[in-house]
């Protein structure tokens, strides 16, 4: 089983930028990594992801061009980079993995982000 921990969120303001980490207890190597994040009274939406390898990320239209999603396997960790924050980026962010040959999915806690306008 592989747990997952997030760090990084805090309030910044508009335009601001943010590093957010998501620290997994075991080796990662074999997981697919992804950054989701649930608005207040919303449901939670896909942000980015990444392959095991690192060769490829998806993101999700609202954030393309300004967040980058990156991996470090030997530090077991995920990374989001957050730059020219909005206030629509306004979420708790909860990191995500998928083992690719079993597809059992892990969930962290959430990283509360505030953008102040």
């Known amino acids: 089983q592989v747990q997952l921990v997030e760090s990084g969120g805090e309030l910044v303001q508009v335009g601001g930028s943010l590093r957010l980490s998501c620290v997994a207890s075991?080796?990662?190597?074999?997981?697919?990594l992804g950054w989701w994040r649930r608005a207040a009274g919303k449901e939670r939406e896909f942000v980015a992801a990444?392959?095991?390898?690192?060769?490829?990320?998806n993101y999700a239209d609202s954030v393309k061009g300004r967040f980058t999603i990156s991996r470090d396997n030997a530090k077991n960790t995920v990374f989001l980079q957050m730059d020219s924050l909005e206030p629509e980026d306004t979420a708790v962010y909860y990191c995500?993995?998928?083992?690719?040959?079993?597809?059992?999915?892990?969930w962290g806690q959430g990283t509360q982000v505030a953008v102040s306008s």
């Open positions: 995500h993995a998928e083992n690719v040959r079993t597809r059992v999915t892990y």
């Open positions: 990444i392959n095991w390898r690192g060769s490829i990320r």
């Open positions: 075991g080796r990662i190597s074999e997981y697919a």
